[in-house]
């Protein structure tokens, strides 16, 4: 087998070679800062001139624009090639007779697969009913150094992919397209929050507490003032503060970071949309999880969604169903009948799980272990799980009917939770007597228990009104709604091992 390593060093260097004769030789240089007017897309071209007929021209028809070069084949008077922008690729036609020998002569010695050029011409069909430009005038504009890539021996390994998203979305208009409904998919979620009166926000990255959720956070170090501090791991509290300031409905979709592992479904940098809606509640928060999802999955064509194999109509309402009947349908446990902890645990153990256990757990979260290992992966449907312990849910308000649970909850597609909200817990006393037992979590050495925040203790004591909030996990969304199997194809640049 071919060193293509060897093979691309060789290319390179015949391409510097090539570039210092093509600045000595014809005192020309391709990176001077220079502008083209590019006049139109090639997708506009494409539907501009559509109707044109095999052997039909429009000369009448200039066209200027620009892109790069994918491939070249030269026939003796004539060459072909290949022109790709952001939107669509061409057929160019370059004639001895219509560039002129020496602008010829140069496309043949100094233009290679993978420059930047401008081209003025006009539109024509080949006989074969190729759309084709007919060059009359072409100015290179950028030189490439390193070749193509080719999908046969470097694009379609991952590691390539991900480490050189560049050279990706080059050689795949699929992933470049996969990126277009990624921002269509989060512009219509702000379009649907502005519609409802929601205000866009911006909250710190960086704080001296890492709260809102049960993560571990980034730890760095501010040196004037000689703090440490964290990556925000969720936006909650801050958004609401904003709240309890009179900001009215806010919402923030930005970067989270959590310092977890990497799978298919996890990247420690990641995208979250979080929403607060004061005078509401968890039920205002299930209705607006399910219009914001179809609006979204509306913005790039079709509710019909397919993710691994499995299809879903995004039409249809949204499921609902209780931690409690969850575990009772798929782990075979009513909790009902349950009435301690040990007995509890001595189920979890009798279901497997044993080791999983540390011997202290509660029976909520021993329910809460059942439902993650038997019932998540079940809930293919979009559907909402409701009826959080308590235990497991600090920032909610409880059931005023059950107070050991919560209204709360997920929203799980395809096995996989994409969405988490609440009724909003106001209520400062309660919050910290939760925050105290999320403190006596972390101090014995629960490293996700939430931190003990005590101006927002002080900002729901100024008083906080009855609030839904929720939380979405917008990378999660966009591989459902585009088909995406990682995660790593909706993030530009995911995190990486450094290679060695």
Same mark, same amino acid.
């Given at each position: ?9 060789? &290319? ?25 007017? #590019? ?13 044109? /007929? ?31 922008? =952001? ?73 390539? #992919? ?23 998919? &989060? ?6 929050? /502005?519609?409802?009166?929601?205000? =866009? ?46 900001? @009215? $409905? ?7 970071? $959590? ?9 420690? /940098?990641?995208?979250?949309? =979080? ?24 913005? &790039? ?7 691994? @194999? ?5 039409? %249809?309402?949204?499921? %609902? ?27 979890? %153990? ?21 439902? /993650?290992?038997?019932?998540? =992966? ?36 395809? @096995? ?23 403190? #006596?979590?972390?101090?014995? @050495? ?13 900002? &729901? ?14 990378? #999660? ?24």
């Amino acid at each position: 087998m071919p060193d293509i390593n060897n093979d691309e060093n060789e &290319i390179v260097r015949q391409r510097k070679d090539k570039l210092l004769r093509l600045r000595s030789e014809e005192n020309y240089d391709p990176y001077v800062n220079e502008t083209w007017d #590019r006049e139109i897309t090639l997708e506009e071209i494409r539907t501009k001139f559509d109707y044109l /007929e095999p052997e039909q021209e429009a000369k009448d028809s200039v066209i200027k624009t620009a892109g790069r070069i994918m491939t070249i084949r030269r026939q003796g008077k004539a060459t072909f090639a290949d022109l790709a922008d =952001e939107t669509s690729r061409i057929q160019l036609y370059f004639q001895l007779n219509s560039v002129g020998e020496k602008e010829y002569d140069f496309l043949k010695k100094w233009v290679d697969t993978g420059d930047w050029i401008g081209i003025v011409g006009y539109p024509c069909r080949t006989r074969r009913g190729e759309l084709t430009i007919l060059i009359t005038e072409y100015k290179l504009l950028s030189k490439a150094i390193r070749p193509l890539p080719e999908k046969w021996h470097g694009l379609t390994d991952t590691e390539t #992919r991900y480490r050189q998203r560049y050279l990706d979305l080059i050689a795949n208009p699929d992933v470049r397209e996969v990126f277009r409904k990624r921002s269509k998919i &989060i512009s219509s979620f702000r379009q649907t929050l /502005e519609a409802h009166g929601t205000l =866009e926000v911006e909250t710190p990255i960086l704080s001296a507490l890492a709260g809102g959720a049960n993560a571990r956070p980034f730890k760095t170090f501010h040196n004037a003032l000689s703090i440490e501090m964290y990556m925000r791991i969720a936006v909650e509290l801050y958004l609401k503060r904003l709240v309890v300031g009179m900001m @009215g $409905r806010v919402y923030e979709i930005g970067r989270n970071f $959590r310092n977890e592992g990497i799978d298919t479904m996890h990247n420690p /940098e990641f995208t979250m949309m =979080e929403v607060y809606w004061p005078y509401c509640n968890y039920v205002d928060m299930m209705n607006l999880a399910e219009e914001l999802i179809r609006n979204a999955a509306k913005a &790039i064509g079709t509710l019909e969604i397919e993710w691994n @194999g499995i299809k879903l109509d995004l039409s %249809k309402p949204f499921n %609902k169903i209780t931690m409690l009947e969850a575990v009772k349908e798929y782990a075979g446990v009513d909790f009902d009948e349950i009435k301690s902890d040990e007995q509890a645990r001595e189920i979890a %153990k009798s279901k497997g799980l044993g080791g999983e256990l540390k011997g202290n757990e509660s029976k909520f979260a021993v329910l809460n272990l059942l439902f /993650e290992t038997f019932g998540e =992966e079940k809930l293919i449907e979009p559907t909402f799980l409701i009826g959080h312990p308590t235990e497991i849910s600090p920032l909610s308000k409880r059931d005023p009917e059950n107070p050991d649970y919560t209204h709360r909850f997920e929203l799980f597609m395809f @096995g996989k939770e994409v969405a988490n909200a609440f009724s909003e817990l106001n209520d400062p006393i309660d919050q910290r007597e939760r925050f105290e037992d999320q403190a #006596r979590k972390k101090a014995a @050495g629960d490293d996700e228990a939430h931190v003990f925040d005590e101006d927002f203790i002080n900002a &729901i004591e100024a008083g906080l009104p009855p609030t839904g909030g929720m939380g979405i996990g917008m990378d #999660r969304i966009v591989m459902f709604l585009t088909g995406a199997r990682s995660i790593r194809d909706v993030i530009l640049f995911p995190t990486m091992r450094p290679m060695k």
